[in-house]
């Protein structure tokens, strides 16, 4: 792993989850591109040898670890505050770090005596680990100099699902952690638009990762190359004026998916109102 050294002319990126599955491809991605890249996930082991692996396959980037539970906000905070220190500056944030619901959904368990407390652990990953890193991304970008190319602070990019767009009864947990950060990208997406600062999704289908069950385990359904996801990422990083926008990853396909259709005025104007408001 490369020490971290301050390069004001070098972007600096965090992959959350960055040493397995979509992550792992981010990662790869970035370091292609000669980023200084920040991994973080739970496993030391795993992630320094991912760092190595990616400095030594791209000697033009500076790959580090740092090992970080998103569902910790102390944990969290402390790596991106030390990612500051040393860079300056914090340019470009997945927040991509998930977990699936692990088997049959506890929520859907019905032949038990007394209920048992769900496992929300999902929900603390998928969803609340997204809002901690946006959280922080937001605080860091914010002290940036506007790009005088673009105009951007910044730019956030968080790992939905289309499990969040469809109803996914097999894993309703895993569904409502991803229509949820969907929810959020499509509100801060107006909400920074003042700050400079870009925020999307992307909602990917079936991806041969170490969440999705193995390829031989899906014959019948269709798999989304990775090359499609990756493409998804450059669209939305190479224009800085989509923001709020929900990339929907489908076979060959990258699909820009508004929000629902206002069901009346009046809802619209109602919504609208909130916004001037400033609070709701």
Same mark, same amino acid.
């Given at each position: 792993?490369?020490? &971290?050294?301050?390069?004001?002319?070098?972007?600096?990126?965090?992959?959350?989850?960055? &040493? @397995?599955?979509?992550?792992?491809?981010?990662? #790869?991605?970035?370091?292609?591109?000669?980023?200084?890249?920040?991994? /973080?996930?739970?496993?030391t082991e795993t992630g320094e040898a991912v760092a190595q692996q990616l400095s030594s396959e791209y000697p033009g980037a500076i790959v580090s670890f740092k090992k970080s539970d998103v569902s910790s906000w102390d944990e969290l905070a402390r790596a991106f505050k030390d990612i500051y220190a040393s860079q300056g500056g914090i340019h470009t944030v997945m927040a991509n770090a998930g977990i699936?619901?692990?088997?049959?959904?506890? /929520?859907?368990?019905?032949?038990?005596?007394?209920?048992?407390?769900?496992?929300?652990?999902?929900?603390?990953?998928?969803?609340?680990?997204?809002?901690?890193?946006? #959280?922080?991304?937001?605080?860091?970008?914010? #002290?940036?100099?506007?790009?005088?190319?673009?105009? @951007?602070?910044? *730019?956030?990019?968080?790992?939905?699902?289309?499990?969040?767009?469809?109803?996914?009864?097999?894993?309703?947990?895993? *569904?409502?952690?991803?229509?949820?950060?969907? *929810?959020?990208?499509?509100?801060?997406?107006?909400?920074?638009?003042?700050?400079?600062?870009?925020?999307?999704?992307?909602?990917?289908?079936?991806?041969?990762?170490?969440?999705?069950?193995?390829?031989?385990?899906?014959?019948?359904?269709?798999?989304?190359?990775?090359?499609?996801?990756?493409?998804?990422?450059?669209?939305?990083?190479?224009?800085?004026?989509?923001?709020?926008?929900? *990339?929907?990853?489908?076979?060959?396909?990258?699909?820009?998916?508004?929000?629902?259709?206002?069901?009346?005025?009046?809802? #619209?104007?109602?919504?609208?109102?909130?916004?001037?408001?400033?609070?709701?």
């Amino acid at each position: 792993m490369n020490d &971290s050294t301050m390069d004001t002319n070098r972007q600096t990126t965090i992959v959350t989850g960055g &040493s @397995s599955g979509i992550g792992l491809a981010m990662a #790869k991605h970035f370091a292609s591109k000669g980023h200084h890249l920040f991994i /973080l996930d739970l496993s030391t082991e795993t992630g320094e040898a991912v760092a190595q692996q990616l400095s030594s396959e791209y000697p033009g980037a500076i790959v580090s670890f740092k090992k970080s539970d998103v569902s910790s906000w102390d944990e969290l905070a402390r790596a991106f505050k030390d990612i500051y220190a040393s860079q300056g500056g914090i340019h470009t944030v997945m927040a991509n770090a998930g977990i699936s619901e692990q088997g049959s959904s506890s /929520l859907l368990t019905q032949d038990e005596e007394e209920p048992s407390q769900p496992n929300l652990k999902v929900l603390d990953v998928n969803m609340t680990g997204v809002v901690y890193t946006v #959280k922080l991304a937001i605080h860091y970008m914010s #002290k940036n100099q506007p790009s005088p190319v673009n105009g @951007s602070r910044g *730019a956030i990019i968080c790992t939905a699902s289309n499990g969040g767009i469809y109803p996914f009864p097999v894993a309703p947990l895993y *569904a409502s952690s991803k229509g949820g950060v969907i *929810a959020l990208v499509r509100s801060l997406g107006v909400a920074l638009e003042e700050t400079q600062i870009q925020i999307n999704a992307l909602a990917p289908a079936v991806l041969e990762t170490n969440i999705a069950p193995a390829r031989d385990l899906f014959t019948n359904m269709v798999v989304t190359p990775m090359s499609t996801l990756i493409r998804g990422v450059d669209q939305l990083l190479g224009d800085r004026k989509t923001t709020g926008a929900v *990339a929907e990853i489908h076979g060959d396909s990258v699909t820009l998916r508004p929000h629902l259709d206002y069901v009346d005025a009046d809802s #619209k104007a109602n919504l609208d109102n909130f916004w001037r408001l400033g609070y709701a």
